[in-house]
């Protein structure tokens, strides 16, 4: 039996993914060997394992039932996040400050906020699971509320509330990168199933002020705003970051310095295995390899859209639109705040960054993706059977044939 185009989509979406992970283990093994040996190294590899048995899992599992459930992920993914902010107003308060010590699996902040889950020797961050959470929760309502999706109450307001919840507790946990890119996937999903655009637009202004007012009142954002403008003025200080990854990028001219010869990531680049890895990319593989990184992640997108071009419901295509959008955002802003592009932000480069919770994350985008192509597929099929039935029973050839 010959491939049809939902395999062809789906062995894709798989090689593409496949390069992506290789080509991330790879780097940070080079960029990392020299200082911790084969320690990140080890655990990328274990995170990657576990992500691969969680995508296998959620492709054989059918993704309506995951879309029926996805309350229950976006209240549990809402608890964690209420529990990392309230963690973080009671260190925000000097007489109650000490009792954050207390608080189980939260330990200390890291750079300011409250935003991991430490359960032992690992960690989670549980912003990066509100992405498909809410990727599933909106598929799920608008697939059963076509009708209703013009609305202002039960197309717009209810869903907004239910995603502003979890977008507002990322915001409390001091993370406005993930807040923009989860708001992003809300309005973009919105827009797909059809919300008015006049409610959109006025959404959309509303955030650009929030937006603007936290930057205004944030010291720290207002550093990063003017920091990547001129990171070469302020290398000493607030550019150092920024200033030494289009160092290393530079530097690696068209084919590179050579794998394993970065210079940067030894003394110079903070976070070069996770956020900035691209950087050591374009130091060691040279403008050519990050040109061809750049392309993985266009032909990753495309097929996932490509995907949602034949899904036939608006649950499915909702899936895939949301992950499609939120995988090559995720790339964009990070290749983007690298290269100088925009303002310093701490978001991953997704299958390419260290981290165990955006590969998970991102792993299980991958499995829905695969779970949303194989049912449509059944579906497509089923129906075509049932149209070759009926032509049969009237004595008519169905659509291809007598079979």
């Known amino acids: 039996m010959g491939w049809s185009a939902h395999r062809v989509v789906r062995a894709t979406v798989v090689g593409l993914v496949l390069l992506l992970l290789l080509s991330g283990v790879a780097m940070l093994y080079s960029t990392s060997f020299a200082a911790c040996s084969e320690y990140y190294l080890k655990r990328q590899a274990m995170w990657v394992a576990f992500g691969g048995v969680l995508a296998l899992g ?15 992920l976006m209240a549990m993914v809402a608890v964690a996040l209420a529990y990392l902010a309230f963690a973080h107003v009671l260190y925000k308060l000097p007489p109650l400050k000490g009792l954050v010590q207390y608080l189980p699996l939260v330990g200390g902040p890291t750079k300011g906020g409250f935003r991991w889950l430490h359960l032992g020797p690992f960690s989670l961050q549980p912003s990066e699971f509100a992405k498909p959470a809410i990727v599933l929760f909106l598929a799920e309502y608008y697939q059963h509320r076509a009708r209703h999706t013009e609305e202002f109450k039960r197309g717009f307001l209810v869903p907004l509330v239910c995603c502003g919840v979890v977008i507002g507790l990322i915001f409390l946990g001091k993370n406005l990168s993930t807040t923009v890119i989860t708001g992003s996937i809300m309005v973009v999903m919105m827009f797909v199933a059809g919300v008015r655009l006049r409610y959109l637009l006025a959404l959309a202004l509303l955030g650009a002020i929030a937006f603007g007012v936290v930057v205004k009142f ?49 003394y110079y680049l903070p976070e070069a295995h996770t956020d900035f890895i691209v950087a050591i990319v374009g130091e060691e593989l040279g403008f050519a390899a990050v040109a061809g990184l750049i392309l993985l992640y266009c032909l990753l997108g495309g097929s996932i859209f490509a995907m949602a071009s034949l899904a036939k419901t608006k649950g499915a295509i909702l899936v895939c639109v949301g992950i499609g959008w939120t995988l090559a955002f995720q790339a964009f802003v990070n290749i983007g705040v690298v290269s100088g592009f925009g303002p310093t932000t701490g978001v991953t480069a997704p299958f390419l960054s260290y981290g165990g919770s955006s590969m998970l994350s991102c792993m299980a985008a991958v499995g829905l993706l695969l779970s949303v192509s194989r049912v ?6 089923a129906a075509d059977l049932q149209e070759v039935g009926f032509s049969r029973s009237l004595g008519q050839p169905g659509p291809g044939g007598w079979k």
């Open 58 to 72: 959620l492709s054989l599992l059918d993704y309506r039932r995951l879309g029926r459930a996805s309350w229950v």
């Open 218 to 266: 944030s010291r720290e954002h207002q550093r990063r705003m003017t920091t990547y403008r001129d990171p070469e003025a302020l290398q000493q200080g607030e550019g150092y970051q920024l200033w030494h990854s289009q160092l290393a990028l530079g530097s690696g001219g068209w084919l590179g310095l050579g794998i394993t010869q970065s210079r940067m990531k030894q």
């Open 376 to 381: 449509c597929e059944q579906d497509a099929q």
